[in-house]
C-alpha cells in the first residue's frame, strides 16, 4: 500500500524559513518522480515543484512563485522528499501535499502558516 | 503558463441525474505522441485531492465506471452518471503538459 506523510508544517513568521519533509512507503521511490502541491486556504490548487529521479540527475523544477526561495531535495535511502522553504510570505499559507509522478497518491497533507 | 478554466454546476444535483463538468485550457493539451495531458481530481469535504481520470479519459485505478472524461485538445468534459451522495465535492481539472503544471479553480458538485 502507497503511503506518503507529510510531516513540518507550523505557524511562521514572515522572513523566515521552514523544510517539510515527506515520507513514503509502498513504491520503489528511487525511481519516482515527486511533487509538491500546494492549496491555498481559498482552495485553489497550486503546483509548487518537482524533482525527478537520479537517473534524470535530480533535475528539479518550480513555480515561479516559489522560485529562488523553495528548494526541494530527496533522499532515496531514506525514501523521502523534501521542501526547503525560505523567506517566507503571507501567500505562502496553504495545506502541503506531496505526490509521485502520475498524481495518483497524495498524503494528508501539512498545514503551513505565515503570519505575524 | 496555461490557464485552465472550469464551469460551473447548476447545484443542486438531484440524486441519480447526470453531471457534466467542463474544463477549457488556454493551449493545446494533446501532445504529438496522441495523448492529451489533462487529469481529473475530486476532492470531498475534508479530505485530500483523488485522481479520477488521467490523459483525459482514462479512469485511475478504482473508480467507479460513473464518470468518464472526454474532449479535444483545449476543451474537456467529466461526465457523472447517476450521481450519489459519495461524488459530492469539489472538482479539479489540471494540465501536466508543460510546466508549471497548472489546475482550474474547482467545480463544486452538490447533492439535492
Known amino acids: 500500500e502507497v503511503q506518503l506523510v507529510e510531516t513540518g508544517g507550523s505557524l511562521v513568521q514572515p522572513g523566515k524559513s521552514l523544510k517539510l519533509t515527506c515520507a513514503t512507503s509502498?513504491?520503489?521511490?528511487?525511481?519516482?518522480?515527486m511533487h509538491w502541491v500546494r492549496q491555498s486556504p481559498e482552495k485553489q490548487l497550486e503546483w509548487v515543484a518537482q524533482?525527478?529521479?537520479?537517473?534524470?540527475?535530480?533535475?528539479?523544477y518550480y513555480a515561479e512563485s516559489v522560485k529562488g526561495r523553495f528548494t526541494i531535495s530527496r533522499d532515496d535511502s531514506k525514501s523521502s522528499v523534501y521542501l526547503q522553504m525560505n523567506s517566507l510570505k503571507e501567500e505562502d499559507t496553504a495545506i502541503y501535499y506531496c505526490?509521485?509522478?502520475?498524481?495518483?497518491?497524495w498524503g494528508q497533507g501539512t498545514l503551513v502558516t505565515v503570519s505575524s | 503558463d496555461i490557464v485552465m478554466t472550469q464551469g460551473a454546476l447548476p447545484n443542486p444535483v438531484p440524486s441519480g441525474e447526470s453531471a457534466s463538468i467542463t474544463c477549457q485550457s488556454s493551449?493545446?493539451?494533446?501532445?504529438?505522441?496522441?495523448?492529451?495531458?489533462l487529469n481529473w481530481y475530486l476532492q470531498r469535504p475534508g479530505q485530500s485531492p483523488q485522481l479520477l481520470i488521467y490523459?483525459?479519459?482514462t479512469r485511475a485505478s478504482g473508480v467507479s465506471d460513473r464518470f468518464s472524461g472526454s474532449g479535444s485538445g483545449t476543451d474537456f468534459t467529466l461526465k457523472i452518471s447517476s450521481v450519489e451522495a459519495e461524488d459530492v465535492g469539489v472538482y479539479y481539472c489540471?494540465?501536466?503538459?508543460?510546466?508549471?503544471?497548472?489546475f482550474g479553480a474547482g467545480t463544486k458538485l452538490e447533492l439535492k
Open positions: 505526490t509521485p509522478i502520475g498524481f495518483a497518491y
Open positions: 509502498g513504491f520503489t521511490f528511487s525511481n519516482a518522480w
Open positions: 524533482i525527478k529521479a537520479k537517473s534524470n540527475n535530480y533535475a528539479t
Open positions: 493551449k493545446s493539451l494533446l501532445h504529438s505522441n496522441g495523448k492529451t495531458y
Open positions: 490523459w483525459m479519459s
Open positions: 489540471q494540465q501536466f503538459l508543460e510546466y508549471p503544471y497548472t
